[in-house]
């Protein structure tokens, strides 16, 4: 079978290349789990969020802004936990063998690393930017007059009062 490739994978992107590995090997999880073991639930939850996370990765990469691309790194985080719980439970109600299960939690469990570390990083930018906006309306705040001579507050400056 011939690979269709639309748009060459960013080589330089770790999250991006792991998150669509991981989704790969979810799929085949679940033709696994469908073909071989019969098991029909678990094996859907397990595609869902285990693909969901890399969507959610791809999806933040043409985010509108920081924010934007926090929200849907977090939603990747969020499935990624998840994945994780319907990973223990295929392997404790004995779906996966040792050695299937363990090779699993590795990949996700890296995943889940690079995603909150994403997370705290970006976090801490958009307050550093929060931060260094407050300051510059409270220094414009601080050099304006009024015409009675009084200073203007930041708060009047927006249209506050």
Same mark, same amino acid.
């Given at each position: 079978m011939r690979k269709l490739v639309i748009?060459? #994978?960013r080589k330089d992107n770790v999250v991006l290349e792991k998150s669509y590995a991981l989704a790969l090997r979810m799929v085949k999880l679940y033709k696994y789990? #469908? @073909?071989e073991k019969k098991e029909f639930v678990l094996s859907k939850q397990i595609l869902r969020s285990g693909t969901s996370i890399g969507a959610n990765v791809e999806e933040a990469m043409g985010a509108q802004g920081e924010k934007d691309f926090l929200s849907k790194i977090s939603i990747a985080y =969020? @499935?990624?936990? @998840?994945t994780k719980y319907w990973l223990r439970l295929l392997n404790d109600s004995e779906y996966l063998e040792e050695k299937q299960s363990q090779s699993l939690f590795q990949d996700i469990e890296e995943t889940l690393k690079l995603l909150g570390s994403i997370q705290k990083t970006i976090k801490q930018k958009i307050r550093n930017t929060n931060s260094k906006l407050r300051m510059k309306n409270y220094e414009l705040g601080g050099r304006m007059k009024r015409k009675n001579g009084k200073n =203007?507050?930041? %708060? %009047? &400056? &927006? *249209? *506050?009062?």
């Open positions: 748009e060459p #994978m789990l #469908m @073909e =969020k @499935e990624a936990r @998840e =203007k507050t930041c %708060h %009047h &400056i &927006i *249209g *506050g009062g």
